[in-house]
Antibody
Framework: QVQLQESGPGLVRPSETLSLTCTVS????????WSWIRQPPGKALEWIGY???????NYNPSLKSRVTISVDTSKTQFSLKVTSVTAADTAVYYC?????????????????????WGRGTVVTVSS | SSELTQDPAVSVALGQTVRITCQGD??????ASWYQQKPGQAPILVIY???NRPSGIPDRFSGSRSGNTASLTITGAQAEDEADYYC??????????FGGGTKLTVL
């Protein structure tokens, strides 16, 4: 059974860097896409970005200038850094596995479907 | 545009059928996925690629698409189905999109 677990500081000072790690168990990480998603209090889910096991990344254009996602397959972990945080970055941060495609034999269709999620970690930006 | 639009709130009488919709240009090319989220919990995938249900999801949940609109249908809604529902898809640049969510109330 695949499990994801977020870890990192729950409180970050404004203008500093938010750093989180997602530890994956039950999956070698050499398939699928690995994403960070956040949810501000009372608001909708927001995709932050993903990393593939090769290190290839893709980010939400609205956050791209401040976000870095990296992967360490030897530790089955992937990480998130968000620089220059403000109160608007206060949210529950989730890591999740994205299937990336649906295949029926050799017939494959690209998609986004997050089938495994971490429990989420609350990050508050405050002085 | 790279957006997915959902109605903010929908209600359904216990045991009746409800449809939750999601609109966006990306849905003409890419299939939608649907998630259920209850307060204080992580989302759960309930439908992906047209009308596929992960193991453990009841068959009262189904998905469909017409043009730029994807729909999640709950046939015979139960009290435990009261939750927020989100759609998502990818777009042509491989970015991931989420809808704004629909709060489902079961009366």
């Amino acid at each position: 059974q695949v499990q994801l677990q977020e870890s990192g500081p729950g409180l970050v000072r404004p203008s500093e860097t938010l750093s989180l790690t997602c530890t994956v168990s039950g999956d070698s990480m050499t398939t699928y896409y690995w994403s960070w998603i956040r949810q501000p209090p009372g608001k909708a889910l927001e995709w932050i970005g993903y990393v593939y096991y090769t290190g290839t990344t893709n980010y939400n254009p609205s956050l791209k200038s401040r976000v870095t996602i990296s992967v360490d397959t030897s530790k089955t972990q992937f990480s998130l850094k968000v620089t220059s945080v403000t109160a608007a970055d206060t949210a529950v941060y989730y890591c999740a596995r994205d299937l990336g495609a649906y295949c029926n034999g050799y017939d494959c269709h690209s998609l986004s479907a997050f089938d495994v999620w971490g429990r989420g970690t609350v990050v508050t930006v405050s002085s | 545009s790279s957006e997915l639009t959902q109605d903010p709130a929908v209600s359904v009488a216990l045991g009746q059928t409800v449809r939750i919709t999601c609109q966006g240009d990306s849905l003409r090319e890419y299939s939608a996925s649907w998630y259920q989220q209850k307060p204080g919990q992580a989302p759960i995938l309930v439908i992906y690629y047209k009308n596929n249900r992960p193991s453990g999801i009841p068959d009262r949940f189904s998905g469909s698409r017409s043009g730029n609109t994807a729909s999640l249908t709950i046939t015979g809604a139960q009290a435990e189905d009261e939750a927020d529902y989100y759609c998502n898809s990818r777009d042509s640049t491989n970015h991931v999109l989420f809808g704004g969510g629909t709060k489902l109330t079961v009366l």
